[in-house]
């Protein structure tokens, strides 16, 4: 089974992303250049990554005293991927990119993700690169930048410290003016880092020749103390290898040590790590500290890296969406083949009648719907965020200012929304499977092992919930979520009209006026320990909603299809979510409409 046509389907029935040809800068692209980047990540994913996703789950990272040891699998991964030149295809022509519409870039990964989202695509190198040329210095670019993307350097993003953890108000990493010269440094304003970093990912390896570290770290104020909150937040560009202004390689190591290797239940192709900053191990022109180059302005680090960590949301939304995927296509090809049971009639079961597949139960069945539906409407979900990036980057200004506010409204749903459902696909997949799921004979096991990560990846749906009920249903006077809701009533018109969606757009209508009062309810005292004691029951049911709004949009072009089995399955998904997902909203958002303090009110010596 191929995940191709599905993308396909997405990309050019759904989405028309060939209607992007005609902006200015996507002029020189047509389907044809679509179909053979689609076609070369897809090949590269079958060659390099698929057959090796079992060996790097196995032949963890390991660190040798002084450098971290991957499989020859990995390396060979990294180099195919690099020589693609998919870590800068949305990039300009004149820095060596392929100015590819990143709905494009997001679904031609999506195949990686499927592959073996262990062994990695350059989710994070990207994201690293991207930033600084959003925010990185003339020269920041082409040091550090234009080197990621042409494969030379990798890239990390630094955040969490082991006391830390989400909470970034209590990073203690410190950053110091490095000399009386500090200032006139060609890469940027120099300074000295002390401080700790954990949960790193791809913190250390010998896949690339530099590691280009953007770390988060405060600068002391004039009595020497770290402003306290995340308003001191400043950010640094930290390479493992000190470089020169034209990004060749000095031969001096900065001052960062690997202290240990995470090893994790899952991802474990990805080497993960705590890192040592500025501990003296390596001194830098004799001295300890870490040379870090800042980013932007002071104080202002946590404003430039939420570039980042909103584009590594969606990535993560995305590896989950295809982790799923994966068990899905392994449970019914499993299910296909494995003869197991047999049909009940009306006297019963006849044991003389020899078994059926499984595939031919109703219970696996539902369970292969339920898979169906989740990663394939995540799936959508993922690639309609890539295109409002596209809107929001090549629209005119209103309909960027559009794409911008409703990807503010979707991020928290994007990266949380796969991560939870997904990760119940891969259960299922298990399920289907029997006792030989649990077995490393089979693949299943390690996708549900990998994809429990992405609960807590890029922030756990807690933060995700209070950001999308504290803050992003909220801004701007709550004009996202009044544009989320307006092309929401746009399928619905289109659907109502049409005998067998009829019952599903009222239904999604009422879906939407049940969050719209929750939203009011949850707010209603104005005091944010009661609006956000709910805040995760009502990110379900937000996210359950968008589910149905955009499975009901890909129905309405699929039913104007030709018949065929892909039509057949894509109506019996939607209508699956419809009956058996949308109606658990009412219980998630009684809680918020009700502002229930069981939760919050619990005692601690209760439990």
């Not at 410290?161 to 500090?182: C, I, N």
């Not at 960027?400 to 991020?411: G, N």
């Not at 092309?487 to 009829?502: C, M």
């Not at 979510?577 to 009110?601: M, N």
């Amino acid at each position: 089974m191929s995940l191709r046509p599905t993308v396909d389907f997405l990309l050019y029935d759904w989405l028309d992303a060939p209607a992007l040809n005609a902006r200015e800068r996507f002029a020189d692209h047509s389907r044809e250049t679509f179909n053979a980047v689609l076609d070369t990540c897809e090949r590269i994913a079958r060659e390099k990554y698929a057959p090796f996703n079992r060996v790097v789950d196995t032949q963890e990272p390991h660190f040798d005293g002084e450098k971290v040891i991957l499989p020859q699998a990995t390396h060979d991964a990294q180099k195919a991927y690099a020589d693609s030149g998919m870590l800068g295809a949305a990039q300009d022509y004149d820095v060596g990119g392929m100015q590819l519409p990143y709905t494009v870039e997001a679904a031609a990964n999506a195949f990686f993700a499927m592959a073996s989202v262990s062994i990695g695509s350059g989710m994070l190198t990207t994201g690293n690169a991207n930033l600084l040329m959003a925010h990185g210095t003339p020269a920041q670019k082409r040091a550090f930048a234009l080197n990621e993307f042409n494969g030379r350097f990798s890239g990390t993003m630094c955040l969490s410290e082991p006391q830390a953890g989400s909470s970034l108000s209590d990073v203690a990493t410190r950053a110091v003016p490095d000399g009386v010269d500090f200032a006139d440094d060609p890469l940027g304003p120099r300074y000295r880092l002390k401080g700790n970093k954990m949960w790193i990912s791809a913190g250390e390896h010998e896949l690339t020749e530099n590691i280009v570290h953007l770390v988060l770290a405060k600068i002391p104020d004039a009595d020497g103390k770290l402003v306290p909150g995340t308003r001191g937040i400043s950010l640094f560009i930290v390479p493992k290898k000190m470089i020169r202004e034209d990004g060749g390689l000095t031969g001096e190591r900065n001052d960062i040590a690997l202290a240990g290797l995470n090893h994790k239940c899952g991802w474990r192709g990805t080497t993960n790590t705590l890192l040592n900053f500025g501990e003296g191990k390596y001194p830098v022109r004799g001295e300890a500290g870490a040379v870090g180059y800042l980013v932007g302005q002071p104080g202002k680090g946590l404003h430039c890296m939420f570039h980042m960590m909103n584009e590594a949301r969606i990535a993560v939304g995305m590896a989950a969406t295809m982790l799923g995927m994966a068990g899905y296509h392994a449970s019914l090809d499993y299910a296909k083949n494995r003869p197991q049971g047999r049909p009940m009639g009306p006297a019963g079961k006849d044991p003389a009648q020899p078994p059926v597949r499984i595939i031919e139960h109703a219970d696996v069945k539902r369970m292969l719907l339920a898979q169906k539906a989740y990663c394939e409407g995540a799936l959508a979900l993922e690639l309609y965020c890539a295109r409002l990036v596209d809107e929001q980057h090549t629209g005119d200004a209103a309909t960027a200012d559009d794409a911008r506010l409703l990807l503010e409204v979707l991020t928290p749903i994007a990266k949380s929304w796969p991560s939870e459902w997904c990760l119940e696909a891969n259960s299922l997949a298990i399920q289907i499977h029997g006792g030989y799921g649990y077995t490393r004979d089979f693949p299943v096991e390690q996708y549900w092992r990998d994809n429990r990560l992405n609960m807590i990846h890029e922030g756990t749906h807690g933060i995700q919930a209070m950001d999308l009920l504290g803050r992003k249903v909220l801004m701007e006077g709550g004009k996202g979520l009044s544009l989320l809701a307006g092309r929401i009533n746009n399928t619905i018109e289109r659907a109502i009209h049409i005998a067998e969606f009829a019952a599903h757009a009222n239904a999604l209508g009422q879906a939407l006026a049940q969050v719209g009062a929750a939203t009011k309810a949850a707010w209603a005292t104005g005091e944010p320990t009661d609006a956000l004691a709910n805040a995760v029951p009502y990110m379900q049911a937000f996210g359950h909603m968008v589910l149905a709004w955009i499975w009901l949009d890909v129905a309405l072009v699929a039913q104007a299809a030709p018949a065929s089995n892909a039509r057949t399955g894509r109506l019996a998904a939607m209508r699956f979510f419809f009956h058996y997902e949308l109606p658990k909203i009412g219980a998630w958002l009684q809680v918020v409409s009700h502002r229930d303090q069981t939760c919050a009110s619990m005692p601690e010596e209760a439990f």
